[in-house]
């Protein structure tokens, strides 16, 4: 296994912790260091071709970028009993399905699509510990096909909570997104609404939880949603069991 120079590992967390105080996705750094090579390059070549103000050109693709790569902070609810949206995006479909190998049985699904103009970084939708990590290999149909959850290409992330009910999500890369970033590992401890990750350019993140678990949906397909902070799933109103004294004047009247 390659291991970087500590020199080099060092600059890097350096770089991480920068772009998390301007706001900026810690995932994209290698992106935004060649994007700004790139549009300096192409503003010395305008200023050379074509005069100094040509230049101001290069700022549209540079503003292109750094919106893609924002990470705002987020105001995640005290809501422990209820699961949070993994990502931002709209809600393409609510369904019932038989759950991954890691939940097993039937589950509840909630689907997300990521355009490239929704923020990009993934979110712990409840507290829970990391007990399973799977690549899955695949292709790279849009995002809103509906194949693409079975067929393309996904990383699959496992939570227990601490009252040890599974949880899974599943970021699903798109015809754009060709990259998926999972940056923790199995025994990592994740809080409500924490980063975990994040997919390029477009995607879908899907939310599982068994369907046993009592818990239903409380957004619509074609919601707006935010990570970290929308209520996706909450526990469902169980009736109240009846008083022993209004039992015994039923059985007793």
């Known amino acids: 296994?390659?291991?970087?120079?500590?020199?080099?590992?060092?600059?890097?967390?350096?770089?991480k912790r920068w772009l998390r105080i301007v706001g900026l996705a810690e995932y994209g750094g290698d992106e935004l260091l060649i994007a700004a090579l790139a549009c300096g390059a192409m503003a010395w070549a305008l200023a050379l071709a074509l005069g100094p103000w040509t230049a101001l050109v290069a700022l549209v693709p540079?503003?292109?970028?750094?919106w893609f790569f924002r990470d705002p902070e987020r105001r995640v609810?005290?809501?422990p009993d209820a699961l949070l949206s993994p990502a931002d995006g709209r809600v393409q479909?609510?369904?019932e399905v038989d759950a991954p190998s890691y939940l097993g049985g039937r589950a509840l699904r909630i689907g997300i699509f990521l355009s490239p103009l929704d923020v990009h970084v993934n979110r712990a939708p409840c507290e829970g510990t990391v007990e399973?990590?799977?690549?899955?290999?695949?292709e790279f149909l849009p995002a809103y096909n509906p194949r693409a959850p079975e067929r393309n290409e996904a990383v699959e992330l496992g939570l227990v909570t601490p009252l040890?009910?599974?949880?899974?999500?599943?970021?699903?890369?798109?015809?754009?997104a060709r990259r998926i970033v999972c940056a923790?590992?199995?025994?990592?401890?994740l809080a409500r609404g924490a980063r975990y990750g994040m997919i390029k350019f477009g995607s879908r993140t899907e939310l599982y939880v068994p369907l046993d678990a009592g818990f239903r949906a409380s957004v619509r397909v074609g919601d707006r949603v935010r990570g970290g902070e929308t209520v996706l799933l909450e526990r469902e109103e169980r009736?109240?069991?009846a008083a022993p004294d209004a039992q015994a004047q039923e059985a007793h009247p």
Do not use: N
């Not at 970021?171 to 754009?176: D, K, N, P, R, W």
């Open 77 to 79: 609810p005290d809501r």
């Open 184 to 189: 923790v590992r199995p025994g990592a401890r």
């Open 132 to 138: 399973h990590l799977r690549y899955l290999a695949g």
């Open 239 to 241: 009736p109240a069991a």
């Open 62 to 66: 540079w503003a292109i970028v750094l």
């Open 164 to 176: 040890g009910m599974r949880v899974l999500v599943k970021q699903i890369a798109g015809m754009l």
């Open 1 to 15: 296994m390659f291991h970087a120079p500590v020199r080099w590992s060092w600059r890097r967390e350096r770089m």
């Open 93 to 95: 479909d609510i369904q």
